[in-house]
């Protein structure tokens, strides 16, 4: 049993798919951005962001909107078409793709020729070198001809927005879906040759139970998930409106939803799932994240929990974020203006921050606390730190030994608490963030 200690998840934490995180992005033009795009070379990944879904489910905070205008929907298309050869212009020669990704919003509200066609595109304008391809896709729009396009693509990683199977969850948060509709598309998804299948599911949802929490987790066993992300539901409607729809008094309180983290976190790990950090979970074997965390090569970026060594991400599209190593862009988020500023041949880069060698150093010790459960630093940092981490080390839940800092078993569930510790940008920032666990 994990120990309870509400105290130390009283203060909402981010979930650190960057450092610095991007509530401390400032200006940043697209002159940075295009010099750290010269600049770069050998691996890079690349993520390509469709701000679309057929539904928008109320819980979501994407930055996504309606496809139901097609007009706007071609006009964004042929904008990130421009944004890939313009980005690709900027590279150079020793600049290669070994991975791509597709994001959203959901990619299948798109057409499967549009897929094609944005794919083209990027093995025309960049340089790829056999790179493996993810997507993610909402089953609740999925097709035969979606699975055509995604066999003649060759990708091999999907991602699945399932969230719950309890139609009274799925009813409370708008994301109404059968289980026959999921069953549909996992087999469309493994004839088409996806090897590897992740379930995106949700605890601390209007209306759910443990008992609902743990019949999801079986039903996405027995449907031979490889990967599953199991996210807290953040109920934050002052940051995201269409959160108001959602009724608030229904929600699992904070004790709840620790003791939901828990079931899963033990269901899984007890039913052939490896941990991977806190609430990723994959099959041991051939699925590389599994791999990952079991050898120490766990990394995380923006897409969460990964196994991918690239040191560069190129984000394409509306809101999506780059990272170098000294410097994080992100797009436009509007997609209007995003259009137009591509419809003028320019880079959408607004915002983002420069990543100073205190930021690399931070950056790290918190990736490996969150990827690796333990980090090392230098010892004046970690002891700049330990009046901070004294109620951590007191209840067992962290081990401090000069330049080596350990998080417990007992611990884990409060392994981003501990690792906002180390962000002094905390102490200023405004922004509010989702609950701990």
Same mark, same amino acid.
């Given at each position: 049993?994990?120990?309870?200690?509400?105290?130390?998840?009283?203060?909402?934490?981010?979930?650190?798919?960057?450092?610095?995180? +991007?509530?401390? &992005?400032?200006?940043?033009?697209?002159?940075?951005?295009?010099?750290?795009?010269?600049?770069?070379?050998?691996?890079?990944?690349?993520?390509?962001?469709?701000?679309?879904?057929?539904?928008?489910?109320?819980?979501?905070?994407?930055?996504?909107?309606?496809?139901?205008?097609?007009?706007?929907?071609?006009?964004?298309?042929?904008?990130?078409?421009?944004?890939?050869?313009?980005? +690709?212009?900027?590279?150079?020669?020793?600049?290669?793709?070994?991975?791509?990704?597709?994001?959203?919003?959901?990619?299948?509200?798109?057409?499967?020729?549009?897929?094609?066609?944005?794919?083209?595109?990027?093995?025309?304008? &960049?340089?790829?070198?056999?790179?493996?391809?993810?997507? !993610?896709?909402?089953?609740?729009?999925?097709?035969?001809?979606?699975?055509?396009?995604?066999?003649?693509?060759?990708?091999?990683?999907?991602?699945?927005?399932?969230?719950?199977?309890?139609?009274?969850?799925?009813?409370?948060?708008?994301?109404?879906?059968?289980? !026959?509709?999921?069953?549909?598309?996992?087999?469309?998804?493994?004839? +088409?040759?996806?090897?590897?299948?992740?379930?995106?599911?949700?605890?601390?949802?209007?209306?759910?139970?443990?008992?609902?929490?743990?019949?999801?987790?079986?039903?996405?066993?027995?449907?031979?998930?490889?990967?599953?992300?199991?996210?807290?539901?953040?109920?934050?409607?002052?940051?995201?409106?269409?959160?108001?729809?959602?009724?608030?008094?229904?929600?699992?309180?904070?004790?709840?939803?620790?003791?939901?983290?828990?079931?899963?976190?033990?269901?899984?790990?007890?039913?052939?799932?490896?941990?991977?950090?806190?609430?990723?979970?994959?099959?041991?074997?051939?699925?590389?994240?599994?791999?990952?965390?079991?050898?120490?090569?766990?990394?995380?970026?923006?897409?969460?929990?990964?196994?991918?060594?690239?040191?560069?991400?190129?984000?394409?599209?509306?809101?999506?974020?780059?990272?170098?190593?000294?410097?994080?862009?992100?797009?436009?988020?509007?997609?209007?203006?995003?259009?137009?500023?591509?419809?003028?041949?320019?880079?959408?880069?607004?915002?983002?921050?420069?990543?100073?060698?205190?930021?690399?150093?931070?950056?790290?010790?918190?990736?490996?606390?969150?990827?690796?459960?333990?980090?090392?630093?230098?010892? +004046?940092?970690?002891?700049?730190?330990?009046?901070?981490?004294?109620? &951590?080390?007191?209840?067992?839940?962290?081990?401090?030994?000069?330049?080596?800092?350990?998080?417990?078993?007992?611990?884990?569930?409060?392994?981003?608490?501990?690792?906002?510790?180390?962000?002094?940008?905390?102490?200023?920032?405004?922004?509010?963030?989702?609950?701990?666990?």
């Amino acid at each position: 049993m994990w120990p309870y200690h509400p105290d130390l998840l009283a203060t909402p934490v981010p979930r650190y798919t960057s450092y610095p995180t +991007a509530a401390e &992005f400032g200006d940043v033009t697209a002159a940075d951005y295009r010099a750290a795009l010269e600049n770069a070379h050998g691996a890079i990944s690349l993520y390509l962001h469709i701000p679309f879904c057929e539904k928008i489910c109320f819980y979501c905070g994407c930055n996504t909107g309606k496809s139901n205008r097609q007009q706007r929907l071609q006009s964004y298309l042929e904008a990130l078409q421009r944004e890939i050869e313009l980005v +690709a212009s900027l590279l150079p020669k020793t600049a290669f793709v070994t991975r791509i990704s597709f994001g959203g919003g959901s990619p299948n509200a798109i057409s499967p020729i549009e897929m094609l066609r944005l794919v083209d595109a990027l093995t025309v304008n &960049f340089q790829l070198d056999n790179p493996v391809f993810s997507t !993610e896709l909402d089953p609740r729009t999925m097709s035969a001809a979606w699975a055509e396009a995604i066999r003649a693509i060759g990708f091999e990683r999907a991602s699945l927005g399932v969230q719950t199977f309890a139609p009274h969850c799925q009813k409370a948060i708008g994301r109404e879906q059968s289980e !026959e509709l999921i069953v549909q598309t996992v087999d469309w998804l493994r004839d +088409a040759g996806v090897s590897s299948l992740n379930f995106d599911l949700m605890y601390g949802l209007p209306g759910q139970t443990r008992d609902d929490l743990q019949d999801s987790l079986h039903r996405t066993r027995v449907l031979g998930a490889d990967r599953i992300a199991l996210f807290g539901y953040a109920h934050v409607p002052h940051l995201i409106p269409r959160q108001r729809i959602i009724d608030a008094s229904n929600l699992p309180d904070q004790a709840e939803r620790f003791a939901m983290a828990e079931l899963g976190h033990t269901y899984l790990s007890t039913h052939g799932y490896v941990p991977v950090g806190f609430d990723h979970f994959a099959r041991p074997g051939g699925d590389p994240l599994a791999r990952a965390a079991l050898d120490g090569t766990l990394r995380r970026n923006f897409q969460g929990y990964t196994d991918d060594q690239a040191e560069v991400l190129i984000g394409l599209g509306a809101s999506a974020i780059s990272s170098f190593p000294q410097l994080l862009a992100q797009n436009e988020k509007n997609s209007g203006r995003y259009r137009m500023s591509l419809s003028q041949s320019r880079l959408a880069t607004t915002k983002g921050i420069a990543r100073s060698p205190e930021d690399r150093l931070r950056g790290r010790l918190i990736e490996q606390l969150l990827c690796q459960g333990h980090a090392k630093a230098p010892a +004046a940092l970690l002891q700049e730190q330990e009046t901070t981490l004294r109620p &951590f080390l007191d209840r067992g839940l962290a081990v401090l030994e000069a330049d080596h800092l350990s998080i417990t078993p007992d611990g884990l569930p409060y392994s981003r608490t501990i690792a906002a510790l180390f962000d002094p940008y905390r102490s200023t920032s405004q922004r509010r963030f989702s609950s701990a666990v």
